[in-house]
């Protein structure tokens, strides 16, 4: 709902986000009290992808790039700042940093998924055969699916799941152009937002799966289990069919409801 609130506001106020500090500076204090909202439950991984999304729509929308990178950078000095000030963050940074010196208290997850990932060699142990998933790997069905994937389905498996979450994010962006061309900005804008939500939520995942990056506690997109990132994330999907077909029926003169319908009603009066 935050990406469409500011697909919205930036398609109504673009202008002013293009020209006025004061237009860029509104949408993100919103935003900032969605992200403490977050880092109140905790959920840290939550609140990051959410403002880097946030801010990748609002430098497609043309923000000056002097307050683009300041806001940028005081964005990362912050996230920066509570991570290293929450004894937990903290505790999470170092393990990820070498997760052997503690394999069976802190390291624990980490290690046994480098281990899962490990077993699945070229060609994977077999659809179903993890031995990690049945015991010991925590969070095998949610947050770390990913090394479960990659024990039954090995290297190919994962290549294929990457190429298969690159198609999707490539699809949204072509879908978001499209809209662009079309006329239809804030079509355009979400699409460009889910697109980049979907590519850093599965990054961050599969970086964490990996020991990229520091231990989040974020789903895989499409591929966690989970009703309501399930949910979620199939009503994301749905938003950009909906987009998609809007934009069809507005370049190609088709029937269609709402935005479409209202754009050519207008064009013939």
């Given at each position: 709902m935050i990406l469409?609130?500011?697909?919205?506001?930036?398609?109504?106020?673009?202008?002013?986000?293009?020209?006025?500090?004061?237009?860029?500076?509104?949408?993100?204090?919103?935003?900032?009290?969605?992200?403490?909202?977050?880092?109140?439950?905790?959920?840290?991984?939550?609140?990051?992808?959410?403002?880097?999304?946030a801010m990748g729509m609002?430098?497609?929308?043309?923000?000056?790039?002097?307050?683009f990178s300041g806001m940028l950078g005081l964005a990362g000095l912050s996230l920066g700042g509570l991570a290293v000030s929450s004894p937990y963050r903290m505790e999470r940074l170092t393990t990820f940093l070498n997760p052997w010196a503690d394999p069976f208290d802190s390291g624990f997850q980490l290690t046994q998924s480098l281990i899962a990932i490990g077993r699945g060699e070229w060609f994977g142990v077999g659809l179903g055969a993890s031995i990690q998933k049945l015991f010991y790997l925590p969070e095998a069905h949610t947050d770390f699916v990913f090394a479960v994937l990659a024990e039954e389905l090995g290297l190919f498996g994962v290549f294929m799941v990457i190429a298969l979450y690159a198609v999707v994010v490539w699809r949204?962006?072509?879908i978001a152009a499209t809209a662009e061309k079309a006329g239809n900005a804030f079509a355009a804008l979400l699409a460009w937002g889910i697109g980049i939500w979907f590519g850093l939520q599965a990054f961050i995942n599969m970086g964490v799966n990996m020991g990229?990056?520091?231990?989040?506690?974020?789903?895989?997109?499409?591929?966690?289990?989970?009703?309501?990132?399930?949910?979620?994330?199939?009503?994301?999907?749905?938003?950009?069919?909906?987009?998609?077909f809007e934009t069809r029926c507005t370049v190609e003169g088709l029937s269609a409801s709402g935005t479409a319908r209202a754009k050519r009603r207008r064009a013939s009066t």
């Open positions: 469409v609130y500011l697909a919205s506001y930036l398609a109504r106020h673009g202008n002013e986000v293009r020209t006025r500090f004061s237009g860029f500076i509104k949408p993100l204090v919103i935003l900032a009290l969605a992200a403490l909202l977050l880092l109140m439950e905790p959920d840290f991984g939550s609140a990051v992808v959410l403002m880097a999304t609002i430098f497609i929308a043309g923000v000056r790039l002097w307050q949204a962006f072509v990229l990056l520091p231990t989040k506690g974020l789903t895989l997109p499409l591929m966690s289990y989970g009703g309501s990132s399930m949910v979620v994330m199939c009503a994301a999907v749905a938003l950009l069919l909906r987009i998609d």
